[in-house]
């Protein structure tokens, strides 16, 4: 009579959950900064036009030089960074479905999903400070 034993399980590595994890929170948090300095500089030197209910038409030419001039940075770097941010939310996703660090697949994915909303905060926050 044959005998047969139970097989064994390998277990999966978490690393890719981890991984991806990590590059979500790490794009979050450098989102956010870029964003702060993005309305700074907005609220410095567009604030008290637009927000005393001045026509927005009323920007002169300089401060829209100067605006583009010193946003530019800031909303390029919020470019690169959500895209590093986009990767590690599919390394999220693929780890989720693969069972690979499913409990840090799925931080990554909800980290993910609220990163965006955080240029608004950012927003709210850079206001606070600036008195609007």
Partial sequence: MPTYETPTVARKSPILGIIGM????V???IFFILSLGFYNTV???WGPELLSGADPSSLTREMIEEMSARGAGPIA???GI???GIIGWVL???ATVQNKGRIFGIIGIV?????PFLFVIAAGV??????Y
């Fill in 77 to 79: 770097g919020m470019m």
């Fill in 92 to 94: 999220s996703i693929v």
């Fill in 43 to 45: 609220f410095e030197i």
């Fill in 111 to 115: 980290a993910g999903i609220i990163a």
């Fill in 27 to 29: 794009a979050a948090v």
């Fill in 126 to 131: 850079a206001g606070a400070a600036y008195g």
């Fill in 82 to 84: 959500s895209v590093v």
């Fill in 22 to 25: 990590g590059i979500v929170v």
